[in-house]
Protein backbone atom coordinates (compact mmCIF):
# COMPACT_ATOMS: atom_id res chain seq x y z
CA UNK A 1 0.00 0.00 0.00
CA UNK A 2 1.41 3.60 -0.67
CA UNK A 3 2.35 5.43 1.73
CA UNK A 4 0.12 8.75 1.12
CA UNK A 5 -3.21 6.36 0.75
CA UNK A 6 -1.82 4.69 4.10
CA UNK A 7 -2.10 7.68 6.16
CA UNK A 8 -5.53 9.06 4.80
CA UNK A 9 -6.52 5.46 5.93
CA UNK A 10 -5.14 6.37 9.62
CA UNK A 11 -6.57 9.73 9.42
CA UNK A 12 -10.06 8.93 8.59
CA UNK A 13 -9.52 5.79 11.34
CA UNK A 14 -8.16 8.46 14.30
CA UNK A 15 -11.03 11.07 13.53
CA UNK A 16 -13.32 8.48 13.47
CA UNK A 17 -12.46 8.22 16.93
CA UNK A 18 -12.66 11.88 17.52
CA UNK A 19 -8.68 12.51 17.94
CA UNK A 20 -8.21 16.41 18.63
CA UNK A 21 -5.74 18.93 17.03
CA UNK A 22 -4.52 16.10 14.26
CA UNK A 23 -0.97 17.27 12.38
CA UNK A 24 0.44 15.36 9.59
CA UNK A 25 4.38 16.03 8.66
CA UNK A 26 5.71 14.78 5.45
CA UNK A 27 9.27 13.59 6.40
CA UNK A 28 10.50 11.74 2.94
CA UNK A 29 13.36 13.82 3.37
CA UNK A 30 14.76 13.99 6.48
CA UNK A 31 14.06 10.28 7.44
CA UNK A 32 13.97 6.97 6.44
CA UNK A 33 12.12 5.37 8.72
CA UNK A 34 8.91 6.84 7.50
CA UNK A 35 7.30 8.96 5.17
CA UNK A 36 4.75 10.52 7.34
CA UNK A 37 4.16 11.44 11.27
CA UNK A 38 1.21 12.70 12.85
CA UNK A 39 0.31 14.27 16.41
CA UNK A 40 -2.95 14.01 17.72
CA UNK A 41 -4.60 13.56 21.25
CA UNK A 42 -7.48 12.74 22.87
CA UNK A 43 -9.30 14.04 26.00
CA UNK A 44 -8.66 11.26 28.41
CA UNK A 45 -6.93 7.68 28.69
CA UNK A 46 -9.72 5.68 27.51
CA UNK A 47 -10.00 8.46 24.20
CA UNK A 48 -6.19 7.65 23.96
CA UNK A 49 -6.42 4.03 23.54
CA UNK A 50 -9.46 4.10 21.49
CA UNK A 51 -7.81 5.91 19.16
CA UNK A 52 -4.94 3.62 18.96
CA UNK A 53 -7.28 0.86 18.83
CA UNK A 54 -8.94 2.24 15.41
CA UNK A 55 -5.49 1.92 13.79
CA UNK A 56 -4.84 -1.38 15.01
CA UNK A 57 -8.10 -2.90 13.36
CA UNK A 58 -7.14 -0.59 10.32
CA UNK A 59 -3.64 -2.91 10.29
CA UNK A 60 -5.70 -5.99 10.90
CA UNK A 61 -8.46 -4.99 8.03
CA UNK A 62 -5.73 -3.90 5.68
CA UNK A 63 -3.00 -7.23 6.52
CA UNK A 64 -0.83 -4.76 7.35
CA UNK A 65 1.70 -4.65 10.35
CA UNK A 66 1.58 -2.93 13.30
CA UNK A 67 4.10 -1.74 16.31
CA UNK A 68 2.63 -0.52 19.74
CA UNK A 69 4.12 1.24 22.45
CA UNK A 70 2.60 2.17 25.57
CA UNK A 71 -0.76 1.10 25.19
CA UNK A 72 -0.66 0.29 29.12
CA UNK A 73 -0.74 3.84 30.56
CA UNK A 74 -2.60 5.46 27.62
CA UNK A 75 -0.74 9.27 28.10
CA UNK A 76 1.47 8.36 25.09
CA UNK A 77 0.79 5.47 22.47
CA UNK A 78 3.09 4.98 19.38
CA UNK A 79 1.91 3.04 16.67
CA UNK A 80 4.03 2.38 14.08
CA UNK A 81 2.10 1.41 10.55
CA UNK A 82 5.51 1.49 8.78
CA UNK A 83 5.67 4.11 6.16
CA UNK A 84 3.16 6.25 8.66
CA UNK A 85 4.15 6.62 12.90
CA UNK A 86 1.28 7.74 14.88
CA UNK A 87 1.58 9.72 18.27
CA UNK A 88 -1.72 9.81 20.31
CA UNK A 89 -1.29 11.79 23.77
CA UNK A 90 -3.58 13.16 26.33
CA UNK A 91 -3.45 17.24 25.87
CA UNK A 92 -1.62 17.59 29.00
CA UNK A 93 1.19 15.17 27.76
CA UNK A 94 1.14 16.44 24.25
CA UNK A 95 1.78 20.01 25.75
CA UNK A 96 4.39 18.55 27.65
CA UNK A 97 6.51 16.82 25.40
CA UNK A 98 5.79 19.29 22.12
CA UNK A 99 6.72 16.42 19.82
CA UNK A 100 5.68 19.00 16.70
CA UNK A 101 9.19 20.54 17.31
CA UNK A 102 11.21 17.69 16.50
CA UNK A 103 9.56 17.77 13.02
CA UNK A 104 10.35 21.05 11.91
CA UNK A 105 12.15 19.62 9.20
CA UNK A 106 9.58 17.95 7.91
CA UNK A 107 6.51 20.14 5.77
CA UNK A 108 3.69 20.10 7.46
CA UNK A 109 0.59 18.48 5.29
CA UNK A 110 -2.86 20.43 5.18
CA UNK A 111 -5.43 17.98 6.10
Known sequence: MESKTLLDLAIDAVDGKRAED????????????????????GSSDRQ?????GAL??????NDL????EGSREG?????????????????????YYNLERLYYDG?????
Request: hydrophobic content about 50%; aromatic content about 8%.
Open 22 to 41: IRVFDVRESSTIADYVFICH
Open 48 to 52: VKAIA
Open 56 to 61: EALTED
Open 65 to 68: QVSV
Open 75 to 95: KWILVDLGDVIAHIFTKVERE
Open 107 to 111: EAVEL
